[in-house]
């Protein structure tokens, strides 16, 4: 046997001694219980809690709803179209915007999907709400479809100039 088989064997003996000795030995240290322990601090809270919750009104939350109902003149989500409210007083409705562009496609073997106005087009696929299909995918470009039969060509856009 090796000096560092000896070393191992030794410390592995140690191991399994200190792990005996924690498992089976007894303990002067008992775990305490939490329903016997005193906290009185505990028993004030909740009944402070217990005593705000029983109030008809609550003015913080009160409040807080109301700041939350109310718009943000800097909101960073705001996309620019106008609030279905809007859209009912004036009796108008938004015309959608028509554009498209083909920004992009990603080809995974012979399967290609193209990007068009930021969502991703299989060959077959219907572009939005419109009645034009996909008909064929192309690095350069892509070929709707419309359901009249005719047919419109997107050229691929580099965003990057």
């Known amino acids: 046997m090796s000096v560092r088989e000896k070393v191992i064997l030794f410390f592995m003996l140690g191991t399994v001694v200190f792990g ?9 240290q008992t775990i305490p219980d939490p329903q016997q322990k005193d906290s009185p601090g505990l028993d004030q809270f909740i009944v402070a809690m217990a005593g705000t919750l029983n109030k008809k009104y609550l003015f913080e ?32 409705t938004p015309t959608p915007d ?22 991703e087009y299989e060959s077959g696929d219907r572009i939005g709400q419109s009645d034009q299909r996909v008909s064929h995918i192309s690095p350069e470009q892509v070929e709707l479809q419309a359901a009249t039969g005719e047919k419109t060509i997107l050229q691929l856009v580099n965003e990057n100039l």
């Not at 992009?104 to 012979?110: A, K, L, Q, S």
């Open 20 to 28: 005996g000795w924690k498992f089976f030995g007894s303990s002067s």
């Open 98 to 119: 028509t554009t498209l562009a083909y920004t992009g496609y990603v080809m995974v073997g012979n399967h290609m999907v193209a990007v068009i106005n930021g969502t």
């Open 61 to 92: 939350a009160d409040y807080i709803l109301q700041k939350a109902a109310s718009v943000c003149p800097n909101d960073p989500f705001v996309t620019g179209e106008p609030a279905p409210a809007a859209v009912e007083k004036t009796g108008k």
